[in-house]
Each structure stands twice: as C-alpha cells, then as structure tokens.
C-alpha cells in the first residue's frame, strides 16, 4: 500500500513540472495569458526536433497516385490509403466550423495547447491514479494523427497512441511548435486533410466522397456535422453501418454549432429532425487487380516505373503522383473482345495480344484471355504479355531475312531445297559434330523459292538453307537483338551462337510477346529500333515533373536508335511481309483488314505447342501468342488460324475509325530487281510496290 502511495506522488511531483504553469495560468489569467502557460510546457523541456516539426507541418500529404490512360481517363490508383488532399479553398467552410466546434472551440485563442483542457485532464489524472485523457486540441490532434499514420512498425504505432504523461507533454511539445510556425487556417486544413472518417476514407474529400458522393467543396451543414462528429470514434459513429449512432453524434455537433452561434434557432430544429443520410460512392480502383482498364498493362506499367524509372513502392503508393500512359483504351478494349472471342476465357490455353506504336516504343494495349489479379478459374497474376514463356516459330525468320538482305543477298535471292532438307553446316544436338541437323516443312511447298516467297510461304528448308549459305547463326542471333528481341539476352544468345544452333531460325525459343512486337516494329518504322515504353510523364503530387534521385526529372522519354535497320532493307521487308496477309500464297489472310496495308509475319513451334502471328499498319504493330501456359500441349492449327483471327478481330474496328497511311515503296536495289524490271511475287497476286 506505501509503494502504490509513493507511486502516486511521484507521479504527481513529475507533473507539477507541466501542470504548475498551467495552474498558474488559470488562477491568474491576468498575470499569464492562456497562449503563454501553454507555451510554457515547451520551454521546461527544451527544444523541440525540427524534423518532427516538419513532418507535422510541411512534409508532403500521402496522396492516391492516379494513373491515366493516353485519352486522361482513369486506369487505376495506386494507394494505401483513400486520400486526395485539397486546399482550404475546396472544403466547405462549415466544414472547418463544425470540426472546430465540436473538438476544440478555443482553437483560435490558444497557442497549439489548450490550457485549461489540459489541466482538467491533468489533475484528473494525477487524481484518479490513471493515464492522462482528454484536453487534445485539433493541433494536438493532428501531431497525433501525423505520427500514427507515418510510423512504419508496430511499436511507433504504440509510442504515437499510448495514453501516457509522456506521450502527451511530448504531443504537446510539438503542437506548441507547430502553432508557431503555421496559421490556424493552415492547420485546419492539414488536419482535414489527416484525419481518419472510418469506411477507408482519410481525409474531408475522400469522406465526402465515401458517405455522401460529393467534393468536400460542396459539403452541407448536416454532412458537416456528420463528418465532425466521426474523428473521435468514426466506426462506432459510422453513418452507413450505424445510421442511429450516427445520427445522435451529429446531433450532439449540430448543438454545440447552436451553443456557439453558428446555428440559428430555426436551423438546429430542423437539422434535428432530418434522419441521417448518405450516398455512399465507392472508393476509386485500388492497384492492377481493380484496373478499370487494361490490368496487365498496369502490371507492366508498375514494374516499369519501379525497375526502369527507379521509383520506390512507396513513392507510388501514398506519393500523390499523376502517371501519364501510353495505352490507348480503344486499342485496349477491342483486344479485350478479341482474345476471349477466339479462345474462352475459360480455357487451358492462353492467348496474349500486344501492341507497340512503330517509332515511339509506346505501349498501347496488352490483352489476355484472362483476368488480372484474381483467384481462380479465368484468372491469373503471371504477366503473360511480356514473359518468355513459349516460342514464337517462323516469326524469327524475319531476322534472318533482315541479316541476309544487308549483307550480300537480295529478296530476289533464289535456291533449292529439298524437303527434308539435310543441312551442310549445323548438327541435330548444336555444336559441330553429331548427325546433320535435318528440318521439314509444316505442308507443300515449292522447292526453288526466293527469298521474299519463302518468306511470305515460311518454308522451314529455306530458310535453314540460307542460315548454311551465311555460315552461322551469330549475324541472324545479332539481328534479332538490334531490332529490339530483349527477352533474346545476351547469355541466351551467346548460347545459341556458341552450340551452333541451327534451329534458331524456326523460332524454338521462348520468346516476349512484348518484345516480339517491338522487334517488328522495328521493321516496320522504316529502321528506327525504340525500346518499349508505357509511361510519357510522371507527374508529383502539385503537377510538377518528378524529380529523381540524380536531381532531374524522371526520365519519361522515348528511347530509339534511327537506323537500326537501314530504312531500304526495312521498306521492303515490310512490302514483302504484306504478301503473308494479301497474297494468294500467304499464311496469315485471316488478318486481312480491307482497305489497309497490313504486313506480318506467322509462326507455329514444333508440335503446335504454340501459334504465333505479328501484324502491322504503318502505325500499329501487335504481336499474337497463343499457348498453353500450363504444359506443353498442342494448340490446334498454325499461326495463321487462332493468331491471326484474333489479330484481325483486335485491329478491324481500330482500322475502321480513321484513315491509315500506306507502306513506303520497296527498294529495287534490296529485291534485286533491275530498273523497270517488275516487282517478284509471281506466284501470289500482291502486286508489291517497289
């Protein structure tokens, strides 16, 4: 019994040194006015961090980053935490006037401390033997708020809400400072802007939004008052779960607002008589799963902006940020419907469609047949538009094709191949010795071709033919990587060069449909490589360029090599490759888009374990994988039959909605075609212009 008296008077002795101030001021508001016996409480533990000072005063809002499409509609947002600040001019005044009403009427008398509050909550505390209540001013309050929602582990959540003398001479330490450096308006609004109203919403606007589907701008004195009555216990006051609750907390506010003078006779008995209501809106989309649009390519965009741009997690997530895209949602929804109409969304086969922009890199659209970010049947996390997860066949005889034509052949180049053909240069396992690396083609095909007709026809004997006639792979392995292959790397590379692997041609590898695109677009740019990208800028939260770690804005530029592939070899692969789409001797005339050039390219791996097809106008280039993710099955058909359709079906109704431009003329010097002489193709019908 003596060790619990001695408790409470050193307990009491240790408070005498805040609460003798205070007392002084309250028996004396003659002598000390009410702002100095507050600031008084400063002074005898010295001085305050002007870190914490800062982070209470000027450190930046934790915001929903928005992510905007190409058009500026709304792709999703990145948060933690629902909050959108705003500045005192978008919040309603009696928004401020019920808060300061209800929390704290002598807001705009005292210095950040209360002092009688305080000392009311003191000497009940010092008396009753408990933990100190009570008193918090808003200032306090949002010191309060500030700290909690800023700490990153569970024991600075504790240390911010500990109902101890420590934790609240210190809460007051820092909203004496506060005080000192901020307006009482300022504050205000940054309270407003901090504090938690229940149902997910932080902050007056996302609460606005939340209960009653309006700006806080635009806040009735009755919403204000329900909202000024949830800061102090906003689950229990929750006017959408506990409407009765809520009701008679706001009513408590609407008296207080009468009891100051801010609330006529006339006013408070009707207010008093309208029941609570709301009209509740939802929260905005929360990350890639809830993707209003284009989940995969959000899912792309985020490890872009994290892996390339060097951003952080957290800079995405409470930052505040405007992220500007690439994606153009009409190309993104008409890729939607055309993976699920040729493969189910249900199906054990995947079906991916990427779209680059040829001379920009910009991403346009990713579509699956699936959904982004869910469990279960229809529904996938593996971001299938850029992973190397299957070949891509005969679309890796364009690289080929590119190499030859810049060193020493032409389009027109003409040989024999039997079917099997025997290779003279490249061995059945790689390396240099062993059986003959023997390869057949996927049907019939003629066996004196050139090489723009064995392009357009993708004749397997061919082109392995060519690869004897350059002598190794490397120049083809090299190819495909300037034109843009990254997911080719250089270890996978260096691989295929050093086994000798003959099959590199057929496309056996797993290959990116993103960089398959890109690579393509390439070509059909007219030479210019760019690296694939799906944001244009980055904004931070006052609409200002982000600045990065170096100091600079985050570099939200386009990355392309004119030159990549010399504009004459690129102009006439391009006119060749229209003949896999519009001639009678193509694979692909499902992709046939009337009216429109369309060049591209098919592809089928060995055992139909999957179909592939890229096709292009001047200004779209879209790549179409159809596999099996799960296991090494048969797809069904050729490149030319799923691959295709779904190209068709993704780029018709794009095609359709404006005007496109043609592809230049082929170079004669690349075709191998004499001056006045007529252009090849004279087994299709094509008509290529050169």
Same mark, same amino acid.
Not at 325 to 339: H, I, M, P, S, Y
Not at 407 to 432: L, M, R, W
Not at 539 to 562: I, K, M, N, Q
Not at 578 to 583: H, I, K
């Given at each position: 019994?003596?060790?619990?008296?001695?408790? $409470?008077?050193?307990?009491?002795?240790?408070?005498?040194? =805040?609460?003798? $101030?205070?007392?002084?001021?309250?028996?004396?508001?003659?002598?000390?006015?009410?702002?100095?016996?507050?600031?008084?409480?400063?002074?005898?533990?010295?001085?305050? %961090?002007?870190?914490? =000072?800062?982070?209470?005063?000027?450190?930046?809002? +934790?915001?929903?980053?928005?992510?905007?499409?190409?058009?500026?509609?709304? !792709?999703?947002?990145?948060?933690?935490?629902?909050?959108?600040?705003?500045?005192?001019?978008?919040?309603?005044?009696? @928004?401020?006037?019920?808060?300061?009403?209800?929390?704290?009427?002598?807001?705009?008398?005292?210095?950040?401390?209360?002092?009688?509050?305080?000392?009311?909550?003191?000497?009940?505390?010092?008396?009753?033997?408990? #933990?100190?209540?009570?008193? %918090?001013?808003?200032?306090?309050?949002?010191?309060?708020?500030?700290?909690?929602?800023?700490?990153?582990?569970?024991?600075?959540?504790?240390?911010?809400?500990?109902?101890?003398?420590?934790?609240?001479?210190?809460?007051?330490?820092?909203?004496?400072?506060?005080?000192?450096?901020?307006?009482? %308006?300022? !504050?205000?609004?940054?309270?407003?802007?901090?504090?938690?109203?229940?149902?997910?919403?932080?902050?007056?606007?996302?609460?606005?939004?939340?209960?009653?589907?309006?700006?806080?701008?635009?806040?009735?004195?009755?919403?204000?008052?329900?909202?000024?009555?949830?800061? &102090?216990?906003?689950?229990?006051?929750?006017?959408?779960?506990?409407?009765?609750?809520?009701?008679?907390?706001?009513?408590?506010?609407?008296?207080?607002?009468?009891?100051?003078?801010?609330? %006529?006779?006339?006013?408070?008995?009707?207010?008093?008589?309208?029941?609570?209501?709301?009209?509740?809106?939802?929260?905005?989309? &929360?990350?890639?799963?809830?993707?209003?649009?284009?989940?995969?390519?959000?899912?792309?965009?985020?490890?872009?902006?994290?892996?390339?741009?060097?951003?952080?997690?957290?800079?995405?997530?409470?930052?505040?940020?405007?992220?500007?895209?690439?994606?153009?949602?009409?190309?993104?929804?008409?890729?939607?419907?055309?993976?699920?109409?040729?493969?189910?969304?249900?199906?054990?086969?995947?079906?991916?469609?990427?779209?680059?922009?040829?001379?920009?890199?910009?991403?346009?659209?990713?579509?699956?047949?699936?959904?982004?970010?869910?469990?279960?049947?229809?529904?996938?996390?593996?971001?299938? +538009?850029?992973?190397?997860?299957?070949?891509?066949?005969?679309?890796?005889?364009?690289?080929? #094709?590119?190499?030859?034509?810049?060193?020493?052949?032409?389009?027109?180049?003409?040989?024999?191949?039997?079917?099997?053909?025997?290779?003279?240069?490249?061995?059945?396992?790689?390396?240099?010795?062993?059986?003959?690396?023997?390869?057949?083609?996927?049907?019939?095909?003629? *066996?004196?071709?050139?090489?723009?007709?064995?392009?357009?026809?993708?004749?397997?004997?061919?082109?392995?033919?060519?690869?004897?006639?350059?002598?190794?792979? *490397?120049?083809?392995?090299?190819?495909?990587?300037?034109?843009?292959?990254?997911?080719?790397?250089?270890?996978?590379? &260096?691989?295929?060069?050093?086994?000798?692997?003959?099959?590199?041609?057929?496309?056996?590898?797993?290959?990116?449909?993103?960089?398959?695109?890109?690579?393509?677009?390439?070509?059909?740019?007219?030479?210019?490589?760019?690296?694939?990208?799906?944001?244009?800028?980055?904004?931070? #939260?006052?609409?200002?360029?982000?600045?990065?770690?170096?100091?600079?804005?985050?570099?939200?530029?386009?990355?392309?090599? +004119?030159? #990549?592939?010399?504009?004459?070899?690129?102009?006439?692969?391009?006119?060749? @490759?229209?003949?896999? $789409? *519009?001639?009678?001797?193509?694979?692909?005339?499902?992709?046939?888009?009337?009216?429109?050039?369309?060049?591209?390219?098919?592809?089928?791996?060995?055992?139909?374990?999957?179909?592939?097809?890229?096709?292009?106008?001047?200004?779209?280039?879209?790549?179409?994988?159809?596999?099996?993710?799960?296991?090494?099955?048969?797809?069904?058909?050729?490149?030319?039959?799923?691959?295709?359709?779904?190209?068709?079906?993704? @780029?018709?109704?794009?095609?359709?909605?404006?005007?496109?431009?043609?592809?230049?003329?082929?170079?004669?010097?690349?075709?191998?075609?004499? *001056?006045?002489?007529?252009? +090849?193709?004279?087994?299709?019908?094509?008509?290529?212009?050169?």
């Amino acid at each position: 019994m003596l060790c619990v008296r001695y408790a $409470v008077v050193g307990k009491l002795v240790g408070a005498v040194v =805040v609460a003798g $101030v205070l007392v002084a001021a309250v028996a004396g508001p003659w002598l000390v006015g009410l702002d100095l016996a507050g600031r008084a409480v400063g002074d005898s533990q010295g001085a305050v %961090s002007t870190s914490a =000072v800062d982070e209470v005063t000027t450190a930046p809002l +934790p915001g929903v980053t928005a992510v905007l499409a190409a058009d500026g509609s709304t !792709i999703t947002d990145f948060y933690d935490r629902y909050r959108v600040p705003v500045t005192a001019d978008r919040i309603a005044p009696v @928004m401020g006037t019920a808060l300061v009403d209800v929390e704290d009427s002598r807001f705009y008398g005292h210095g950040g401390v209360d002092p009688i509050g305080t000392l009311r909550a003191l000497v009940t505390d010092v008396s009753s033997g408990g #933990a100190a209540q009570g008193g %918090s001013t808003i200032t306090q309050q949002l010191v309060k708020q500030t700290l909690l929602q800023r700490a990153t582990t569970t024991q600075g959540q504790q240390e911010a809400t500990a109902d101890t003398l420590a934790r609240k001479v210190t809460e007051a330490r820092l909203a004496l400072a506060v005080d000192a450096r901020m307006s009482k %308006s300022d !504050i205000l609004t940054r309270y407003l802007n901090t504090v938690y109203f229940g149902h997910g919403a932080y902050g007056v606007q996302a609460a606005a939004r939340t209960y009653f589907s309006v700006d806080a701008s635009a806040l009735t004195p009755l919403q204000a008052a329900t909202l000024a009555g949830l800061v &102090q216990n906003p689950s229990a006051d929750d006017p959408i779960a506990h409407p009765d609750v809520a009701q008679a907390r706001r009513d408590v506010v609407l008296h207080r607002m009468h009891d100051l003078g801010d609330l %006529s006779d006339a006013d408070l008995a009707t207010d008093l008589a309208t029941p609570v209501a709301t009209t509740p809106g939802a929260a905005p989309p &929360q990350g890639c799963a809830q993707a209003l649009v284009g989940g995969f390519f959000c899912s792309y965009l985020r490890e872009y902006l994290t892996g390339t741009l060097g951003l952080t997690d957290q800079q995405l997530d409470d930052g505040g940020l405007t992220v500007r895209t690439t994606l153009e949602t009409g190309v993104q929804r008409a890729g939607d419907a055309a993976v699920v109409r040729t493969v189910a969304q249900d199906s054990p086969l995947a079906a991916v469609y990427d779209v680059v922009q040829p001379g920009t890199g910009h991403v346009l659209a990713m579509s699956v047949n699936r959904t982004y970010g869910c469990t279960g049947e229809g529904c996938t996390s593996v971001d299938l +538009p850029t992973a190397a997860a299957r070949g891509s066949g005969s679309t890796y005889k364009l690289f080929t #094709a590119a190499y030859a034509l810049q060193h020493g052949y032409t389009a027109s180049f003409t040989q024999t191949t039997s079917d099997p053909y025997t290779s003279t240069v490249y061995k059945e396992d790689g390396g240099t010795r062993g059986a003959p690396y023997v390869v057949r083609n996927a049907g019939h095909y003629p *066996e004196t071709l050139d090489l723009a007709d064995a392009l357009v026809e993708s004749s397997n004997t061919f082109f392995v033919g060519l690869e004897d006639h350059l002598g190794s792979v *490397e120049g083809p392995v090299r190819e495909a990587q300037r034109l843009g292959l990254a997911s080719l790397t250089d270890d996978d590379a &260096q691989q295929v060069i050093d086994g000798e692997q003959g099959s590199f041609t057929l496309g056996p590898l797993g290959t990116s449909p993103l960089d398959l695109a890109d690579a393509y677009a390439t070509v059909f740019s007219g030479g210019t490589q760019c690296d694939p990208t799906p944001v244009t800028a980055v904004l931070a #939260a006052d609409g200002s360029p982000l600045t990065g770690a170096g100091g600079g804005a985050v570099d939200t530029g386009e990355h392309c090599t +004119p030159g #990549a592939l010399p504009a004459p070899v690129a102009h006439t692969l391009a006119q060749v @490759m229209r003949g896999d $789409v *519009e001639s009678d001797i193509g694979t692909a005339s499902r992709a046939r888009v009337a009216g429109h050039d369309v060049a591209g390219k098919t592809g089928t791996t060995q055992g139909n374990v999957s179909v592939a097809f890229v096709g292009s106008t001047p200004e779209y280039t879209a790549s179409v994988l159809v596999f099996d993710p799960d296991e090494d099955a048969d797809v069904g058909g050729f490149g030319g039959g799923k691959s295709a359709q779904i190209w068709h079906d993704a @780029m018709a109704p794009v095609l359709a909605a404006g005007p496109t431009a043609d592809f230049p003329a082929a170079d004669r010097q690349v075709l191998g075609v004499p *001056e006045g002489g007529d252009c +090849p193709f004279t087994e299709g019908d094509l008509g290529l212009v050169c």
